[in-house]
């Protein structure tokens, strides 16, 4: 049978819908990962994003924005979250939230920051910390597809237990040679650590990413200030500014 394409359904007002808590994945001691019902749901894009709001018993709203970490052709919506300090909505998800609960959701939102399996490659996937949530989901999309477009994904952990999806991203490199993990630890590293131990830098760029002559797809997500450098070090490298899409988030989010 031919895949078809996944494609967003036709432009509609975005209104808020319920999401049930299906599952809940521990990535690591600060990430957890929400299997989300949403009844109705539109389909996505990878790469899109949602926001949640959250209402007390008071009517006190808090909302957020997250990447989609699951790919269109999942029944289950996957949002993984970071706790963050002084986060309230982090904080919540992260600690207090349980299988069965429901908050309210609405997108999918965003059209700049996708990939699909039509736009072939090269492709070259470039996150630090959570930022690999909506790179994610174009992995799981291009494993889910068979399609063994060249791909290469650098991402940047503080130490190694602060690294997400570990089982996910081993099982999808077995099954396709053609996808290369790249991964660098900035804080700590542990004995016999054979990876990067810095952060990216244009020399890792160089070694690692597609060089600019392939003209790959790149996609970089992550914190503002490390957005704004790798994107300043593969523009200096000769990369087409054009074939750079970025997303980014700041440190007081949560």
């Not at 895949?3 to 600060?30: D, F, K, M, N």
């Not at 997250?66 to 992260?94: F, H, K, M």
């Amino acid at each position: 049978m031919t895949a078809i394409e996944p494609r967003p359904g036709p432009a509609r007002r975005l209104e808020w819908q319920r999401a049930q808590v299906r599952e809940i994945i521990v990535e690591t001691s600060r990430v957890k990962s929400l299997l989300l019902q949403v009844v109705g749901w539109q389909a996505h894009l990878p790469g899109q994003h949602v926001d949640i709001r959250l209402t007390a018993e008071d009517g006190y709203q808090a909302e957020r924005s997250y990447s989609i970490a699951s790919p269109p052709e999942d029944e289950l919506i996957a949002l993984t979250v970071e706790r963050v300090e002084n986060g309230e909505v982090s904080r919540y998800l992260v600690d207090e939230l349980r299988t069965g609960d429901q908050f309210e959701l609405r997108g999918p939102i965003g059209g700049y920051f996708v990939w699909t399996v039509a736009m072939e490659g090269p492709v070259c996937l470039i996150a630090a910390g959570s930022g690999i949530a909506p790179l994610m989901a174009m992995l799981r999309h291009r494993d889910r597809r068979n399609a063994h477009v060249p791909a290469v994904l650098l991402h940047s952990s503080r130490t190694l237990e602060d690294v997400i999806y570990v089982k996910d991203l081993d099982a999808i490199t077995r099954r396709d040679p053609s996808l290369r993990v790249v991964g660098t630890l900035t804080r700590k590293q542990p004995e016999g650590w054979k990876g990067y131990r810095r952060r990216i830098d244009k020399s890792m760029l160089t070694d690692e990413c597609f060089p600019p002559h392939r003209n790959p797809k790149i996609y970089v997500c992550g914190p503002t200030s490390f957005v704004e450098d790798v994107s300043s070090f593969l523009i200096e490298l000769g990369h087409d500014a054009s074939r750079i899409k970025t997303e980014r988030f700041g440190p007081t989010g949560g």
